[in-house]
């Protein structure tokens, strides 16, 4: 089970840019990861997530905007997001696991989480 830890949260204009990290503390290699979100008072859902294949899916909400990609060699998850809207403020999470759980939280590895705030 790899630890995971999110990087590049912060606070931006709509419009703006965000490149979201989480480093693994082992081989990522085989393992199916995803983004999540929560914002306050609504449920933690599912954004992007990416199969041991290299396969991506995203929300409907993600398409077109946002890219989910790995960096092996650095035991990374990305999540590059554009065009961010307001709607898109939530801490956001990694998760990890053998399993592809797609967008159903059952990862076994999570992030502490990094915040995303997004003002108009």
């Known amino acids: 089970q790899v630890q995971l830890v999110e990087s590049g949260g912060g606070s931006v204009q709509a419009g703006e840019s965000l490149r979201l990290s989480c480093a693994a503390s082992?081989?990522?290699?085989?393992?199916?990861m995803g983004w999540f979100r929560q914002a306050p008072g609504k449920e933690r859902e599912g954004v992007a997530a990416?199969?041991?294949?290299?396969?991506?899916t995203y929300a409907d909400s993600a398409k077109g905007r946002f890219t989910i990609s790995t960096d092996s060699a650095k035991n990374t998850l990305l999540l590059q997001m554009n065009s961010l809207k307001p709607e898109d403020t939530a801490m956001y999470y990694c998760a990890a696991d053998r399993v592809n759980w797609a967008f159903w939280p059952r990862y076994k590895s999570w992030g502490q989480g990094t915040q995303v705030t997004v003002s108009s």
């Open positions: 990416i199969d041991s294949n290299g396969r991506t």
């Open positions: 082992g081989s990522i290699y085989s393992l199916y």
